[in-house]
């Protein structure tokens, strides 16, 4: 872990770790948002709700950002590729042996998460009520 | 994605901590998949099929207690302030929180290396955690 001080971002960004890299970066980066999303929301549900006043306009404010389309279309991304990607690493690590089919659990992962977000976040862009 | 195992391997002599935290990690993860998918088939066959949007959707599947699906077109019986109900409520949140705090740790202790900052992140990870927690009693068995 400490070896990490002695990485630049240039070697970071040229370091090619493929796929694998992907997704342990992805599944960082969506349950980071996940963490944040739900600590928004929690917040501002606290502030429209128990704040009187100006303060209790905070929760408005948040609660627009968040209920907004690009962040809905963020919010399923996060989860989904959370999801999938996790249940792909719970079956590897339950059976051990099946991490040398890594590579096409990931293809299979794809196949599974890609109609799963695109299909619902298309609905959500093309049919607005 | 062999971080939390690797760490695991080596461990603090004696402590078991961070073995649970990996296996809690899995089996919260799995628990919370079927729970999320349960509400969700739930809440689409109340009739919530068609009418719903993303959010209430999302509303469903990860809380769903009274006071926080009353908004979506899905009628909300009274059963909803059972115990069962609060307690499967609870139990999400329990989890969800646990997992994700525990994740935020693991991620945190990547980047934080001085071991007194680290100290310092936990106490306030353990705080927050504590935190949750409490607010999510309020909000499930009292105000609900």
Same mark, same amino acid.
């Given at each position: 872990?400490?070896?990490?001080?002695?990485?630049?971002?240039?070697?970071?960004?040229?370091?090619?770790?493929?796929?694998?890299?992907?997704?342990?970066?992805?599944?960082?980066?969506?349950?980071?948002?996940?963490?944040?999303?739900?600590?928004?929301?929690?917040?501002?549900?606290?502030?429209?709700?128990?704040?009187?006043?100006?303060?209790?306009?905070?929760?408005?404010?948040?609660?627009?950002?968040?209920?907004?389309?690009?962040?809905?279309?963020?919010?399923?991304?996060?989860?989904?590729?959370?999801?999938?990607?996790?249940?792909?690493?719970?079956?590897?690590?339950?059976?051990?042996?099946?991490?040398?089919?890594?590579?096409?659990?990931?293809?299979?992962?794809?196949?599974? &998460?890609?109609?799963?977000?695109?299909?619902?976040?298309?609905?959500?862009?093309?049919?607005?009520? | 994605?062999?971080?939390?195992?690797?760490?695991?391997?080596?461990?603090?002599?004696?402590?078991?901590?961070?073995?649970?935290?990996?296996?809690?990690?899995?089996?919260?993860?799995?628990?919370?998949?079927?729970?999320?998918?349960?509400?969700?088939?739930?809440?689409?066959?109340?009739?919530?099929?068609?009418?719903?949007?993303?959010?209430?959707?999302?509303?469903?599947?990860?809380?769903?207690? =009274?006071?926080?699906?009353?908004?979506?077109?899905?009628?909300?019986?009274?059963?909803? =302030?059972?115990?069962?109900?609060?307690?499967? =409520?609870?139990?999400?949140?329990? &989890?969800?929180?646990?997992?994700?705090?525990?994740?935020?740790?693991?991620?945190?202790?990547?980047?934080?290396?001085?071991?007194?900052?680290?100290?310092?992140?936990?106490?306030?990870?353990?705080?927050?955690?504590?935190?949750?927690?409490?607010?999510?009693?309020?909000?499930?068995?009292?105000?609900?």
């Amino acid at each position: 872990m400490s070896k990490l001080s002695r990485v630049t971002l240039l070697q970071a960004l040229r370091y090619r770790g493929g796929q694998p890299m992907l997704a342990w970066l992805l599944h960082r980066i969506a349950g980071t948002g996940i963490i944040l999303f739900v600590s928004m929301h929690v917040l501002a549900g606290f502030f429209s709700y128990s704040v009187q006043g100006a303060a209790g306009s905070v929760g408005q404010v948040v609660n627009s950002v968040y209920e907004s389309l690009p962040m809905q279309i963020l919010v399923l991304f996060a989860v989904l590729y959370h999801a999938t990607n996790g249940l792909r690493i719970v079956i590897l690590d339950m059976w051990p042996s099946l991490i040398h089919y890594n590579r096409e659990a990931m293809w299979i992962e794809w196949a599974l &998460f890609l109609p799963m977000f695109l299909v619902p976040a298309s609905l959500m862009i093309l049919v607005r009520a | 994605m062999t971080t939390q195992s690797d760490i695991a391997v080596q461990g603090r002599s004696g402590s078991q901590f961070e073995l649970y935290a990996w296996f809690f990690t899995r089996v919260s993860g799995i628990l919370f998949l079927l729970m999320g998918a349960f509400n969700l088939t739930y809440a689409n066959l109340a009739g919530g099929r068609g009418v719903m949007g993303a959010g209430a959707q999302m509303r469903w599947a990860f809380f769903p207690i =009274s006071f926080h699906v009353r908004s979506t077109s899905v009628e909300v019986t009274p059963n909803f =302030s059972n115990p069962f109900w609060q307690v499967y =409520s609870f139990l999400i949140v329990v &989890f969800a929180v646990t997992h994700g705090l525990n994740g935020l740790r693991v991620i945190l202790e990547d980047y934080v290396r001085h071991p007194l900052l680290m100290a310092w992140v936990r106490v306030l990870l353990v705080a927050f955690w504590f935190f949750l927690l409490l607010a999510a009693i309020f909000l499930v068995f009292v105000y609900a």
